[in-house]
Structures are given as C-alpha cells and as structure tokens.
C-alpha cells in the first residue's frame, strides 16, 4: 500500500460531488439536521450501507446535492478533493463536475462553475496547474524545486458533466460553458448520470457540437445492459469511456478494434453490484489484451476508496507487480484531455520517478 501510495498518479475519471471528504459529508448533514431542514430517516438505511445498488446511489447523490449546491461549498470542496488528490500523489487530475442551478441561492450554471473554479484558485499548499498553457510556458515539473521545497504538485483539468436527467437545451448550455470556460481549464465534456434513465441520443447535438469545436468528449458507456446504446456510443468514438461493463461480444469486438482508452472503476463496479466479482471483472482481460486503460476512482467519497486503494486492488486481483503498476499509471498519460507540452512534461517527471527508484529494476520488480 506504501508503494501506491508512493507512485505518481493519473486520475481521469473523478466526480466533484462523489469524491466529498466523509468527515466533510457529515459535517454538512449534522447542520442541516440542527436546523430541522432535512429528515434523513428515510435515507439512513441507504448512507449506512457498504453495498449500494445503483438505483441506491443516486439517491445517495440527490442527498449530496442537497448539502452542497451553494456557492460557498461547492468551492470548499472542490479545494479539499484537489487536497486529497495531491495528498496521495496524484500529479495530473481530470475532475468532473455537473454545473447546477440553484434558484434558491441565486446559483446559475456559469455561477457554479465559477464556484469551483474559486476553489482551484484558493489552493495554497499545493502547487497547482489549471490553465491550458500556451506551448512555451513552464512546466510543472520541468524546474527543479527550491531546495527544502515538499509542496505538492499537481496538473488539474475540469471536464463538465451532462446529467441524463437534464433536456437538451440544459445540455448545450453546460457545453457553451465549458467553451466559455476554456481559458480557466475546462478541456472537456461527460456524460453521466442514473445510466437507467434518459436517452443518450437526446444530447448528442450538444455532444457533436462541443466535438466540432475542439472539446474533449467521454461518456459513461454500458453501466447497466443497453445493447443498442452501447453501440451506438462506440460508433460516436468518444475519446474515451468510462466503465464499459456491460458489453457483448460483438461490442468487445468493436471497442477493441477502436483502441478507445476505458476508464477502469474497480471498486465502483463492485459495490453497485454492476459487475458481480472481481475476479470477473473486463479489467483482466482488456489488461491482457493491452487495451488503453486507465485505473480511476469515479466517487472516492461515496465508495470509501481512493486511488492509492484502486492500485493495490488490480494488484491484488490481477497480479500485478511494481513494474505493471508503475506502468499501467505511466500509460494513462497518453490519454488525458491535455496538449502536447503537459504530456512531455508528466513523461519527463515519471522517467525521473523511474530512474530516482534507483537501480529501476529492484525497485519496480
Ligand atoms: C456510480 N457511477 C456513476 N454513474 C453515472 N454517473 C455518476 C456515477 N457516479 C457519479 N455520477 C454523476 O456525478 C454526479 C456527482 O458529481 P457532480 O455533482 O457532478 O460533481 C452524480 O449526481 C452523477 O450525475
Ligand atoms: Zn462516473
């Protein structure tokens, strides 16, 4: 555990909401329950259990959003999960957020994101990168530190979301956002949410569009079994997809043959009883296959994990060694939604890690 906590990270599947601290989640509750604004007990059952199912954690999630739709929290948590994040030496993250409204506190879209983006800005004890350079700025990591130099490090990259919830109007305006917020480090657009409601073909003008203007595109693919979705969002050739659970042979065949990289959430799968072992899981074979993959915690929060704890999860159930793991990290770097120059830099630091682990082969065997 030592070791993967240790490695440098990439982590490009993380939900803002589901990554909320625990001791911050209830903080919140036990506020508005002083206040006699909420009545958990219906919900009780649900925030005790281990296992959710997915219908389960949605709720869990309409909780959540109860809690933390203002303005003031939002920014906190954004702040304390790139903490956390950086804590646990992860160097580049995509975060991922569903813009809100919230009439009640005069929240819109754009002023949620801007909550957020007052959260990246606030960091202190982190060394943050969030805006797309130019090809001629500095790198993060390119310059040594000062000497007794510990802060941390990290690349963060937004990716706003589109909830399966939402109309087609709502969508379109999450992507004329993520647009306008491009300068501030919005690379991309996701599509998520309760995978059992909602046609994904209602967003794909909104998809298309944000594709036609230079945004990066990833969906949340075959959660729940939907043969004809599936194949339809492999045909749209996102850049990549997240999960990817339920596929049938001939969707294997054609995720395969498209090379398009699959966000791999262990721990999510299993504890939404989405993939019923581990032992089943398309993570070891699309490993073998050495199908582009990239280990994620999709809601570290919300499922108790993080991405130290996935890493030593493949590895426990895959048989993966230092090497492997070291690897399969390094690889991530070639598909994340950033430009040319911070992907040289992420490879120049990880064969600095690889050489600083000293003789390479003693300490990655
Ligand atoms: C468990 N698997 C999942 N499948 C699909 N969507 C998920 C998800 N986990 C999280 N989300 C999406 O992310 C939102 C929370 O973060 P934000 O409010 O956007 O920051 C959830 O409401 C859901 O829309
Ligand atoms: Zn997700």
Same mark, same amino acid.
């Given at each position: 555990? @030592?070791?993967?906590?240790?490695?440098?990270?990439?982590?490009?599947? %993380?939900?803002?909401?589901? &990554?909320?601290?625990?001791?911050?989640?209830?903080?919140?509750?036990e506020g508005l329950i002083r206040k006699g604004v909420m009545d958990i007990s219906e919900l009780e059952h649900i925030i005790r259990k281990y296992n959710r199912s997915v219908a389960e954690v949605f709720k869990l999630f309409d909780l959540i959003h109860i809690l933390t739709t203002d303005h003031t929290t939002v920014t906190r948590i954004t702040k304390e999960v790139i903490e956390d994040f950086a804590t646990e030496n992860v160097v580049y993250l995509e975060l991922r957020t569903t813009p809100k409204r919230n009439d009640s506190v005069g929240m819109t879209k754009r002023s949620y994101v801007e909550a957020v983006l007052k959260g990246l800005r606030s960091i202190t004890s982190v060394e943050v990168d969030f805006i797309p350079h130019c090809e001629d700025?500095?790198?993060?990591? &390119?310059? /040594? !530190? !000062?000497?007794?130099? #510990?802060?941390?490090r990290i690349y963060v990259r937004l990716l706003l979301s589109i909830d399966r919830r939402e109309t087609a109007e709502a969508a379109m305006e999450t992507v004329k956002l993520a647009l306008e917020m491009r300068p501030f480090g919005v690379v991309g657009i996701d599509l998520s949410g309760n995978p059992s409601i909602g046609d994904w073909t209602?967003?794909?003008?909104?998809?298309?569009? %944000?594709? @036609?203007?230079? /945004?990066? #595109?990833?969906?949340?693919?075959? @959660?729940?079994?939907? &043969?004809? @979705?599936?194949?339809?969002?492999?045909?749209?050739? !996102?850049?990549?997809?997240?999960? %990817?659970?339920? /596929?049938?042979d001939e969707h294997w065949r054609q995720l395969k043959s498209s090379k398009i990289p699959?966000?791999?959430?262990?721990?999510?799968?299993?504890?939404?009883?989405?993939?019923? &072992?581990?032992?089943?899981?398309?993570?070891?074979?699309?490993?073998?296959?050495?199908? !582009?993959?990239?280990?994620?915690t999709d809601d570290s929060g919300v499922f108790s994990t993080s991405l130290t704890e996935e890493y030593k999860y493949a590895a426990d159930s895959f048989g993966l060694g230092r090497r492997e793991m070291f690897e399969l990290s390094r690889n991530g770097i070639e598909h994340i939604f950033a430009n040319s120059q911070v992907k040289e830099d992420l490879r120049n630091f990880f064969n600095s890690v690889a050489k600083k682990y000293g003789s390479v082969t003693k300490a990655l065997s």
């Open positions: 555990m @030592e070791w993967c906590l240790s490695m440098p990270k990439v982590e490009l599947h %993380a939900h803002l909401n589901g &990554s909320i601290r625990d001791s911050t989640l209830l903080e919140l509750t700025s500095k790198s993060l990591f &390119s310059s /040594l !530190p !000062p000497i007794g130099h #510990v802060r941390k209602t967003y794909l003008p909104a998809l298309k569009f %944000a594709r @036609e203007q230079g /945004l990066y #595109v990833t969906l949340h693919c075959g @959660e729940v079994p939907n &043969s004809e @979705e599936i194949k339809n969002m492999l045909d749209f050739r !996102p850049q990549r997809i997240g999960h %990817a659970c339920h /596929l049938e699959v966000e791999i959430c262990l721990t999510s799968n299993i504890r939404t009883l989405t993939i019923r &072992s581990i032992h089943v899981h398309h993570f070891g074979d699309l490993y073998k296959a050495k199908h !582009p993959l990239v280990l994620c």
